[in-house]
């Protein structure tokens, strides 16, 4: 079973200076983000935007969890695909 566990809701809410029961055992700009793949390392880079500062723990040796199991690519706006089959879409 994978675990994804991130601790940053404190400070990256969108709620400035508004401190949770988090916050004062976890300092508020860090996080510790459990699980590499896609969705963790989409919470890391998120800490990251915001300065602070992450940690990623993964049980596997290397990161991407079942996103490196994908077949099929990962879902995105305005892709080469849609692009060839003239389907109008853009990343707003």
Do not use: Y
């Not at 860090?30 to 992450?54: D, K, P, W």
């Not at 305005?78 to 879409?89: E, N, P, V």
């Amino acid at each position: 079973a994978r675990f994804c566990v991130v601790a940053f809701v404190a400070s990256f809410s969108g709620v400035p200076n508004r401190p949770s029961a988090m916050a004062t055992v976890f300092p508020a700009d860090q996080a510790i983000v459990v699980g590499g793949g896609l969705a963790g390392m989409s919470a890391a880079n998120t800490v990251l935007e915001h300065n602070g500062r992450v940690v990623v723990l993964d049980k596997s040796s290397f990161c991407g969890g079942n996103s490196t199991k994908a077949t099929s690519g990962i879902n995105g706006a305005a892709t080469k695909t849609q692009k060839l089959k003239g389907i109008d879409d853009s990343i707003e």
